[in-house]
């Protein structure tokens, strides 16, 4: 996978040095000889990664770090401080910061570039779901900016796999001040728990006795329960080509042992903060998704939903030789009730007709609001008789209990006229709905709160 990585570094010798290493791996580069163009660059969204140096003059990388992280439109960009600092101190600064990885010089090319393309990945997904959350705005949704900011990466609940008990004694009682840690120390029961549990956080050992440690993180990947869980490795100092393999198949980031304290705090709130985005984002797509497809006031499908999904149902009855009906509603002289009660009142019959409607229903039935007080309810594996009898048995429901009204206050009188057409071998979607509407109509004009089956 290529990306554009920008390579931030005031000495040129640094800079022609990682220009070519991740040149040649085919990833498009730009350069910044400083903080101020590097700001200038991200904003302007003309990079996926940046390769951050910690010692230059102005503005050193630490603060770099921190405005990008700081700013509504790059603190989505993955930072990784490549520097000759090397001391535990060093490298919890830049993680606080908001770096996302601290690479010490002289850097491995494989480690680079495995970490590179790994971020790279995530950066992808990241950019799909900003470009939809960002597009929900103009419905009114969110997509999670504003959180992303402040979030503290805090709270979060953690799976530690790991079988050696002096480690997870050491870790859990170090991670217990911030967060929700449960131990599993049977690698062969952590699929199921980490599928079950909902984590924020796997953290795996790579030592794990008698059982892969990747093969855990790779199984973690593949189920759809899991695949959003960020990984944690935790690996001894010798394992760099097990961790390039890690980053590989998935895993978002790792430590070595000993275990610093204060850096797996920090790496460990990195991966929550993480998470939580991009769970805000996916949830803004989400509800931008049920938006587009429900009706606001009563929380049935909307037209737009029933004449895209209807035409699939007809297909399908149609091709198996199955029963097929469609119902018309339309509640009886609803004009009056507005005018009598006002707006508000009509919202609240509407809600009320819906929530009758959805009792009395199948779930395999689809039903929305067609319009204003009309509303088509399309019920697959149903001919005429049966779905009269269901449209009977609702009008009677809806005559004989009054609509609460005012919050509950009063109750009004409401009845429904009804029209059903079954599906027939000629028939597409628009025309069974035009021979229930015209059923509809003759209800109406038969004197209303009736239920009149189509006569072809």
């Known amino acids: 996978m290529t990306a554009r990585v920008l390579v931030v570094d005031d000495v040129p010798a640094n800079v022609k040095l990682l220009q070519a290493r991740l040149s040649a791996e085919y990833f498009d580069v730009i350069t ?5 163009e590097a700001l200038a660059i991200c904003e302007r969204a003309k990079c996926d990664i940046v390769l951050l140096d910690v010692m230059m003059p102005d503005m050193d990388g ?3 770090c921190r405005r990008f992280k700081a700013g509504p439109t790059t603190h989505h960009i993955p930072v990784v401080m490549v520097t000759a600092l090397d001391q535990p101190s060093d490298r919890v600064k830049g993680l606080q910061a908001g770096a996302d990885d601290f690479l010490t010089k002289p850097v491995s090319e494989i480690a680079l570039i495995a970490r590179v393309r790994s971020l790279a990945r995530l ?7 900003r470009m939809r959350a960002l597009a929900s705005r103009d419905i009114g949704v969110t997509g999670g900016e504003r959180e992303a900011l402040t979030e503290a990466g805090r709270n979060g609940h953690i799976l530690l796999v790991d079988d050696r008990p002096l480690s997870y004694e050491h870790m859990a009682a170090i991670l217990a001040g911030e967060h929700s840690v449960d131990i599993e120390a049977d690698p062969n029961a952590a699929l199921f728990r980490a ?3 909902n984590y924020d956080l796997l ?3 790579l030592a794990l006795v008698d059982f892969d440690g990747l093969r855990l993180c790779s199984q973690v990947r593949s189920l759809a329960r899991t695949r959003n869980t960020p990984i944690l490795a935790i690996a001894d100092a010798d394992e760099n080509a097990r961790l390039v393999r890690g980053l590989e198949i998935g895993v978002n980031d790792y430590l070595f042992r000993p275990i610093d304290k204060n850096e797996i705090l920090a790496r460990v709130r990195t991966q929550i903060r993480k998470k939580r985005y991009t769970e805000r984002l996916r949830d803004s797509v989400q509800t931008s998704i049920e938006l587009a497809i429900t009706d606001a006031l009563t929380g049935l499908h909307n037209r737009r939903y029933m004449e895209t999904h209807i035409a699939g149902l007809v297909e399908q009855a149609l091709s198996r030789g199955q029963p097929l009906a469609v119902l018309v509603l339309d509640i009886d002289h609803f004009k009056l009730v507005n005018d009598t009660h006002g707006h508000d009142t009509g919202d609240e019959v509407l809600r009320e007709f819906a929530l009758r409607v959805r009792k009395a229903i199948r779930g395999i039935d689809l039903a929305c609001r067609y319009g204003g007080e009309e509303f088509v309810v399309v019920m697959p594996e149903t001919d005429l008789a049966a779905a009269t009898a269901v449209a009977e048995r609702l009008r009677q429901r809806i005559a004989s209990e009054p609509f609460p ?15 059903i057409a079954a599906l027939g071998g000629n028939d597409d979607a628009a025309s069974v709905i035009k021979r229930a509407d015209q059923a509809l109509y003759r209800a109406k004009r038969n004197g209303r709160n009736r239920v009149v089956p189509d006569a072809a």
């Open 62 to 64: 630490f603060e770099v």
């Open 123 to 129: 950066k992808v997904m990241t950019d799909e779901l």
């Open 32 to 36: 910044a000889m400083s903080g101020d």
């Open 195 to 197: 599928a079950d549990g």
């Open 203 to 205: 953290i795996v050992s």
């Open 405 to 419: 009204i005012q919050q509950g206050a009063q109750g009004i009188d409401v009845t429904i006229s009804i029209g």
